[in-house]
């Protein structure tokens, strides 16, 4: 390759290496007993894949890794101190190493400023900012021994801007896509990828709970597809139904006072 072709290549080409082969790949998924996290388990296992799972619910999680033709069940709280540490060397005298880590597990509850509370706040971010966080800080000094592996965080088209309704869902979200963009900075030079996956609606017991119409709402076998397309991409960001998250984005180039009578144009609230 010249160096002309080299350096557009780094300027155009994809900013992870591209998942393509899933054969004997060594895939944790953390939050898999449901939703995208369990159609991205079997989509993974028909690919041939390696797969541990895991979730609270060990129930759930059994029958998960049974459907996915015998993954191996590591239950737990993401939210509890020295949980996530435990899976890990479970799952490392298994395996002897990882190559993908997907951190899926959340929590979601509808809503609005004044429905606000201390509790509401900490049961939201300890999953899916500090659980996540603190997960990525279990993984990541076997990731760089190895030299190689991938993180991928599924964060949410909510972290894009405020909407009605997740007053901290969103905000929780907002600070996952900055996490990711922060640890592609600083692992892309040292080997390790790292992917964001930002879902639009998608048809989970989460969104279950919303009182609203959900634009261009998905099933979760069609964003498990859509994950696995990015993958194969090798994109940072990996964002679906683009006919809905492309307007998101583009909303956030309009003026503060044209996006707040937008939204409560479109959401009625």
């Not at 500090?130 to 991938?150: C, I, K």
Request: with cysteine; proline share 5%.
């Amino acid at each position: 390759m010249s160096a002309g072709a080299g350096r557009l290549q780094r300027l155009f080409g994809p900013l992870n290496t591209p998942i393509r082969d899933w054969a004997g790949r060594r895939v944790w998924i953390v939050g898999a007993s449901s939703g995208i996290g369990e159609a991205l388990a079997l989509a993974l296992a028909r690919r041939g894949a390696r797969l541990a799972l895991s979730a609270r619910s060990a129930e759930r999680l059994e029958a998960a890794c049974t459907a996915c033709g015998g993954a191996l069940a590591l239950p737990m709280d993401l939210s509890r101190d020295g949980e996530i540490e435990q899976a890990r060397d479970q799952l490392l005298a298994a395996w002897g190493g990882i190559d993908l880590v997907v951190f899926n597990a959340g929590t979601y509850r509808p809503l609005r400023a004044w429905e606000l509370t201390a509790a509401a706040v900490r049961e939201t971010l300890d999953v899916n900012l500090v659980g996540t966080m603190s997960g990525v800080a279990a993984v990541l000094p076997t990731l760089l021994a190895q030299g190689r592996g991938a993180l991928a965080l599924v964060g949410s088209v909510a972290g894009y801007g405020g909407l009605p309704k997740a007053t901290v869902y969103g905000p929780s979200k907002a600070a996952l896509i900055n996490f990711a963009e922060v640890l592609h900075l600083d692992l892309a030079p040292r080997g390790i990828d790292v992917f964001l996956i930002s879902p639009g609606f998608v048809a989970t017991p989460l969104t279950a709970q919303n009182d609203f119409t959900m634009p261009a709402l998905l099933t979760p076998e069609q964003a498990a597809g859509a994950i696995v397309e990015g993958f194969a991409s090798g994109a940072f960001e990996i964002h679906f139904p683009k006919r809905f998250t492309c307007v998101l984005k583009l909303l956030q180039w309009l003026p503060r006072r044209v996006y707040f009578a937008l939204v409560r144009r479109a959401t009625g609230l």
